[in-house]
């Protein structure tokens, strides 16, 4: 499918993809007007989010792989920066290990190296958390009107203890012709110590941001911006 876009600026072409449940309109905003005068900022809104409306989540991050390809083939665009938060991160990956011919840097933010050891616990903690914002009136609400689509059921995705695709995760190997950039928030111990696994691979790099969690473009927007600008000049 192709996806809905927000795009910005002229110049090479970098790729904002979204966290889970915001859109290319909402995320990344910061970034987006920074760089839009030194590059094209492109931020789409994946399967079923925003105005790209898909009734069909099997294969989720297979398919939003396969959408982001066919978005960027529509537009003729051949040579792209990815850079991508949470559940964009992973698709950023996902698509990196398939389609590397297309992209010319990744940045991940947001993402786990490896399976936690309290992972049952963590995605138990996860569901009940989802839980109490379904039942939240202000919020479900304000989702109704971000997403034509039905957004629960991206909620419901993740309700499978063996969601993450962490065999995806687990190293950048598959793409070592790919300049990577792993930034984490020092607030989340479980990125952090993936920045330690991350750095040992060819051709990646990590940084780690103080005062930010799991979102770190969102916590720190202009620190996260001045490294990723930082890690673009230098490619």
């Not at 898909?54 to 390809?69: G, H, I, P, Q, R």
């Not at 529509?74 to 996902?94: C, E, K, Q, R």
């Not at 490896?114 to 109490?132: D, G, M």
Request: some cysteine; hydrophobic content about 35%; glycine content about 8%.
């Amino acid at each position: 499918m192709i996806l809905h876009t927000n795009t910005k600026g002229e110049g090479e072409i970098i790729i904002f993809l979204h966290s889970g449940l915001q859109t290319g309109d909402e995320d990344f905003t910061d970034q987006a007007e920074y760089l839009k005068d030194m590059y094209k900022v492109v931020r789409p809104d994946l399967r079923g989010h925003g105005k790209s409306y898909c009734s069909d989540f099997t294969n989720y991050f297979e398919e939003c792989a396969k959408d982001l390809k066919e978005t960027l083939d529509h537009f003729g665009y051949t040579s792209v920066h990815i850079a991508g938060a949470s559940i964009g991160a992973l698709i950023g990956i996902l698509f990196s290990k398939t389609y590397p011919e297309y992209v010319k840097s990744l940045t991940v933010s947001g993402i786990l190296a490896e399976k936690p050891h309290n992972w049952q616990e963590l995605h138990h903690q996860e569901v009940a958390a989802q839980r109490e914002m379904l039942r939240d009136e202000k919020m479900t609400q304000y989702f109704n009107q971000l997403h034509d689509s039905n957004w629960r059921e991206l909620i419901y995705l993740a309700r499978d203890v063996g969601w993450y695709p962490f065999i995806h995760t687990e190293n950048f190997d598959a793409i070592k012709s790919v300049p990577v950039l792993y930034i984490a928030g020092e607030g989340n111990v479980a990125e952090v110590e993936g920045a330690a696994k991350y750095a040992q691979g060819e051709n990646v790099h990590v940084s780690i941001l103080p005062f930010a969690g799991h979102l770190v473009h969102h916590d720190q927007p202009e620190l996260y911006t001045t490294v990723v600008e930082k890690f673009l000049s230098r490619l």
